[in-house]
Structures are given as C-alpha cells and as structure tokens.
C-alpha cells in the first residue's frame, strides 16, 4: 500500500478533519502573505526562519510522538534538549573534542537519561508524568551544574554548516533531517509488528499485556527511542544556533505538547502520528512568525501555543467519541 | 508447537483429558482465591465452569493461561505436565483465552486485534497486510461469521455479538487445542447470545476442547456436556449436562460440600 493509501486507510471517510490542520496551515500562509508580501514570504523568513529553525521544535515534538502512542508522558524532553545541546558545546568548545564525537555523547546521553526514565516507569511503576516531571527538573539542574549557568558559544562550524547553513532546495538541512525523521517514525509506526505493538500498548494496554506482549519492555524501549530523538533535536539546536545555554531549551516543552496533540487531530485522526506533527508545529510557527510580523506583542506566543494545546486536547476529546485517542497513561 | 493430529487420532483421543489442572491454588493476599481445584476439559466437548461472583473461575483461567503462577498444582497437556509461565507458553501449546471484557482493544482493527503479538511478516521490517486480511477473513467465514462489514473496521463499531465472534476467531486461527471463553454471553442479547453459543458448539465439534465460563445455567445447559461447579475457591462438584438438573447446579453453587471449612485453609 503506497503511503497516500495508508494514511486514507479505508475505515475513515472524513477526509475533512483529517485535512482541516494541513489546510489551515496554507490559509495562515497565504493570509500573512497576503498582509506582509515584503517580509513573510521571502526566502529568508519562510525556508530558514520557520521551516529551518523550527526543525529543532519539531525534532522535539517528534520525540514526544512515541511514548505518547505508548501511552506515556514524557515531561523531560526539553531539558533533556537542554543537556544535549550543553554537551555539543562543552565537549566541543570547552575541552576541543571533535564534534562527531561530542554528538555521540550527546546521544548517549539521552539514551541513558530514557533508560533511567524507563526503569523508575516501568520497573518501579511510577506514573510516567511524574516520573519525567521528576528528572526533567534533575537534569536542568545538571545542566546549570556542568555549564557554570553560562552560555557557551563558538560550536564548530562543521555542526552548524551541516543544519542551516547548508541547504537542499533552498531549505536548511535541519528541515530535512527532521522530515526524513517523521518518514522513519511513520513507517515504523505503520508497517512493522512493532509499531503495531505500541500502538496496542497505547490504546489496549490490558489487552496486549494478556496476548502475551512485553508491554513493560515496549513502553520502556518508547522512552529510550523520546530521550534518543529529544537529544538529537539539542544536537540541532546546537547547530542552529552555534551555541547553547542552560535555559532556552525549555521553551521548547510546551509547543512540542501543542504539537503532538494538535497533530493528533490531523491526517491520522485519533492517532499521534508523525507528519501530522509536523504540521502542527509550522501551522503554529507560521501563525507565531506572522503575527509578530504583523507587531503584535510576544505575549500571544504563549496564548498561541497554551491555546493550541488546550484546543488540541479539546477536539481530540470530541473525536474520540468517534475515533477514540484513548490516551490513558494512568493504566 | 501443537501438533496438527490426523482425524484418526482426534478420535482416539476422544475421550482423554486435552488440559488437566490438579490441584491448583492461587492465594491474593488475605483471599484464598483457588485451592485445591482439579479441573478438566477433554478434546471434542464443552466444559462448563460455573460459580458465584468471585468463586476463582477466572483466577483458574488466568492461572492455565500463565497470567498468574499459582502457588501449587500442576498442569497437563495431552498427558503431559507443563509449565506455562505466560501466555506465550499457553499459545505455544495451542490454548487461547478469550478474556472477560478484555479481548479485544476497541480503537484498533478487526485484522490488527486478531494478529495481535503475532503479525505475520514479509520481512522482519514489513507487516504483511493483505495475508493477514485474508486470513482474518477466511477464519471469520470458517466459523460461519458473516455479519461484519469489513475487517478493517474499528472493533468498537461492532454489536456485542460480532466483538465475541472476531475475539472467538482471535482465538482459533492458531491451530488451537483448547479454547477458554470466559463469560463470552454476559453482555449479549438473545439473539447475538444464541450465535454465540452456536459458535462455542462449532469448536467442540471441530474437536477443539473449550471451556466455558457462564453465569447463566440455562445456556450453559444448551451448550456444554459437563460442568464443573467452583465455591469459595474450591471446586465441590463436577456433572455431566445429561445427568443433572439446573436446580442440582444452583444448589452445589450456592451451598456445595468444600473440603475445608473458609478461614481456616491450610497455609500454602
Ligand atoms: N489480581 C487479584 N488481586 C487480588 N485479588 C484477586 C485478584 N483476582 C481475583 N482476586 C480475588 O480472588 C477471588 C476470585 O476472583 P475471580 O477469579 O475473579 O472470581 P470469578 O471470576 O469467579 O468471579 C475474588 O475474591 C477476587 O476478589
Ligand atoms: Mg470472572
């Protein structure tokens, strides 16, 4: 089945709602465009600005994407972002270490950090929201620690010439990793046994735990797969801005929830699901990018995105009459 | 692996226990849910097991399924003791559970609910939709299931009977030995029930050993050849349908002999 198929599978007919996010995405988009011709349509604004450098906000919403079809929360991501980012530069700037391996470590990091999530949720049975909630504050903690509170600048430019600096198409290659990351994710979660097993850990934990599924190891496997990707998205951060800092990188939490949650709504409707994630986080970031355009305050950054998610979770509650989110992490 | 008998053999093993639990306790706690219990189903007929609301009927169905492990007793297959340690053991040896309530997963379709944990595959990396369709579709018409408009609906737009079928059909397309249904009636009505029933029949017939655990004696008449009657944890008494009556089940359900007087089992 070709891709397009898969995303129409047959059960669905409501082919509005599954495009309503993607159209309102192109409505903001030609209506900004409209109303600053100059500014928001130019390459500058429109590849780099939002499709490049909001490639990390969507490496980090994708990183949510899994422990939540799992049925899990994962709270620490952003500060996981944080730490990731702080390595690149500390190793990197600090002690000169070749910026391949910095990333290495930096993903490293994350795995450890999702396996320690993993072992107090599922080996301990502590509630996942908690749990993250917990070792997101720890590991912003470690982050000021190691990084002295300071912003640590001058990242090789190998790492940022690879992430917006170069280009295909005329688009950053953040954009690209990113798009090639959601391909990844989709085709797991569509067409291998074991995306077809998170997906029943998600919605039918009960049921997969009686069939004989390892459901234990498969939540405990999403939170590694969250902290590896949450990491790789402080790698392009890093690239992005050719520095880090201990505090920024949290800003990110809230949008990737919006995100996750508004994408849920889109294209898969009922499902967490990658591209429309993706959408979700540029629909947002053009929204964002335009109003500020157009001068209005900063402030209605976070009455986008706090509305956005409250929104999202508003109308997934309404389609699961129908379709079912079914996100039930206490279970 | 279950071995796929030859006609021959399926009636020489007629009239042999297929599953066989001797001695099976399980305590929770404060509650001894199990003890004691011998239980068995012979291949071609349908075992009943009845009793009051908490008697053990599905901490015993959870305890051959390797659920739970049980405290003591041992489990034989075709003769054979083995030890099942999880549901994985269970389905190795051809016994499938159909679970109160807890069968099917309602956001997912029929196909993916039926393959559940056993996807077939073109490659390690590729689900193979179209066989595992096919197979969903033929298993469903092998039992007469007729009524669902697509396999690839969502289970929770089906009617209680069609939810039983499909978790019915989950249950044999493995080359099952036993098939266990525990309450598979009590949300149905009477039409959807009377399908249902149909349906439990069938697998006996196809010489399948099931067992059925109902509250509803007058069903459980219609369908199974014997019934084993659970109280308080303890199994009193075992009939066969043609020999018994109904009010002989209420009397052995509500007030049967137990072995040992409750409170003061014998510490496991
Ligand atoms: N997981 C469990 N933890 C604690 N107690 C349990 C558990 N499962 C069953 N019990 C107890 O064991 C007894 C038997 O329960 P159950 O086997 O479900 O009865 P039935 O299916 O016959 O209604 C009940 O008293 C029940 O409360
Ligand atoms: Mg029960």
Redesign the pocket.
């Known amino acids: 089945m070709s891709v397009l198929a898969r995303i129409a599978s047959p059960d669905v007919r409501d082919w509005g709602e599954r495009l309503a996010l993607p159209f309102a995405w192109l409505v903001t988009i030609v209506v900004f465009g409209f109303l600053r011709p100059d500014t928001f349509l130019t390459s500058d604004n429109f590849f780099i600005n939002i499709l490049g450098t909001q490639a990390v906000q969507v490496a980090l919403a994708l990183a949510l994407v899994i422990p939540l079809v799992a049925g899990e929360y994962d709270i620490s991501v952003a500060a996981n972002l944080t730490l990731a980012s702080m390595i690149v530069a500390l190793l990197n700037v600090d002690h000169g270490v070749n910026i391949f391996l910095a990333i290495l470590v930096a993903l490293a990091a994350g795995a450890v950090i999702g396996i320690i999530n993993g072992g107090l949720i599922v080996g301990l049975g502590i509630n996942s929201f908690i749990t993250t909630l917990g070792t997101s504050s720890i590991i912003a903690g470690v982050v000021l620690w190691i990084s002295e509170s300071r912003t640590v600048g001058g990242i090789s430019s190998g790492l940022v010439d690879n992430v917006i600096i170069g280009k295909l198409f005329g688009i950053p290659y953040s954009f690209w990793y990113v798009l090639a990351l959601s391909v990844a994710m989709f085709y797991v979660l569509e067409y291998t046994p074991l995306g077809r097993r998170l997906l029943f850990c998600g919605r039918g934990q009960s049921v997969a735990r009686l069939s004989g599924l390892s459901v234990g190891r498969l939540r405990w496997g999403a939170m590694v797969a969250s902290g590896v990707i949450a990491a790789a998205a402080g790698v392009l951060y890093a690239g992005t801005t050719g520095s880090a800092d201990p505090a920024s990188g949290l800003n990110f939490l809230l949008p990737a929830f919006s995100a996750a949650f508004l994408g849920a709504t889109a294209l898969q409707p009922g499902r967490f699901n990658p591209f429309g994630t993706i959408v979700a986080v540029y629909f947002l970031a053009t929204g964002i990018t335009g109003l500020q355009q157009l001068g209005v305050d900063t402030y209605v950054q976070q009455l986008f995105y706090g509305g956005a998610l409250v929104l999202a979770v508003a109308l997934s509650q309404l389609a699961r009459k129908r379709q079912a989110l079914d996100f039930n992490p206490t279970d | 692996m279950p071995v796929n008998t030859g006609d021959e053999t399926v009636s020489k093993q007629e009239n042999s226990n297929i599953l066989e639990l001797k001695g099976a306790s399980k305590r929770?706690?404060a509650?001894q849910?199990l003890w004691n219990v011998d239980f068995a189903v012979r291949t071609g007929e349908v075992m009943a097991l009845v009793?009051?609301?908490?008697?053990?009927?599905?901490?015993?169905i959870k305890g051959v399924a390797g659920i739970y492990s049980l405290d003591a007793g041992e489990v034989f297959f075709e003769g054979e003791k083995v030890s099942i340690n999880g549901p994985r053991d269970a389905a190795e040896l051809g016994i499938e559970v159909v679970y109160q309530d807890l069968a099917l997963a309602d956001n997912l379709d029929v196909v993916a609910n039926m393959f559940l944990g056993r996807e077939r595959v073109r490659t390690p990396f590729r689900l193979d939709e179209a066989s595992m369709e096919r197979a969903a579709n033929e298993t469903l018409a092998s039992l007469s299931v007729t009524s669902l408009r697509s396999v690839r609906q969502n289970v929770a737009g089906l009617s209680g009977g069609q939810r039983q079928a499909v978790a019915v059909a989950k249950a044999v397309m493995w080359n099952s030995r036993v098939v266990i249904l525990d309450e598979p009636t009590a949300a149905l009505g009477v039409a959807q029930t009377r399908q249902v029933l149909d349906l439990v029949r069938r697998l006996a017939e196809q010489g399948l050993g099931v067992v059925v655990?109902s509250h509803n004696l007058h069903d459980i008449f219609e369908v199974a050849d014997r019934i084993t009657v659970?109280r308080l944890?303890q199994r009193v008494a075992e009939y066969k349908v043609a020999e018994t009556t109904q009010q002989e089940i209420v009397r052995a359900i509500t007030a049967g002999d137990l072995q040992t007087v409750p409170g003061l089992e014998v510490e496991v």
Do not use: E, H, P, R
Not at chain 2, 51 to 60: E, F, R
């Open positions: 929770f706690g509650v849910a009793g009051d609301n908490g008697a053990g009927k599905s901490t015993l655990i659970l944890g």
